[in-house]
């Protein structure tokens, strides 16, 4: 049974940063491929970040530039490093995961191709 279970969430002024982490738990090849997504109010759950079982790294638009995103494989932990936060990042982010891999860069960041989610963690930032 694989878990995510996220942390890091919080409020930050404009400009301020925030690292996000999840905690995978369960069947590691579960969890061979990871990402974060988030849901503004009143806004679709939309993709961020997306690392692959090379580490080859998928931003959106949005978060490029701004956004890193990185996985430590030994602790099965995924990581979201968000610099330079804006109000419209305010959002609350899941962690997915899956087995299988992805052909086209926008399939790594659509949340229809992973079966595990996390609860989310709540991320506010203020003007």
């Known amino acids: 049974q694989v878990q995510l279970v996220e942390s890091g969430g919080g409020s930050v002024e404009v400009g301020g940063s925030l690292r996000l982490s999840c905690a995978a738990s369960?069947?590691?090849?579960?969890?061979?491929?990871m990402a974060w997504f988030r849901r503004a109010p009143g806004k679709e759950r939309e993709g961020v970040a997306a690392i692959d079982v090379n580490g080859d790294e998928y931003y959106a638009d949005s978060a490029q530039g701004r956004f890193t995103i990185s996985k430590d494989n030994a602790a099965n932990t995924l990581s979201l490093q968000m610099n330079d936060l804006k109000p419209e990042d305010t959002a609350m982010f899941y962690c997915?995961?899956?087995?299988?891999?992805?052909?086209?860069?926008?399939?790594?960041?659509?949340?229809?191709?992973?079966?595990?989610w996390g609860q989310g963690t709540q991320v506010t930032v203020s003007s």
């Open positions: 997915a995961a899956d087995p299988r891999g992805f052909t086209t860069y926008d399939a790594f960041l659509g949340p229809q191709g992973y079966t595990y």
């Open positions: 369960g069947p590691t090849a579960m969890t061979t491929y």
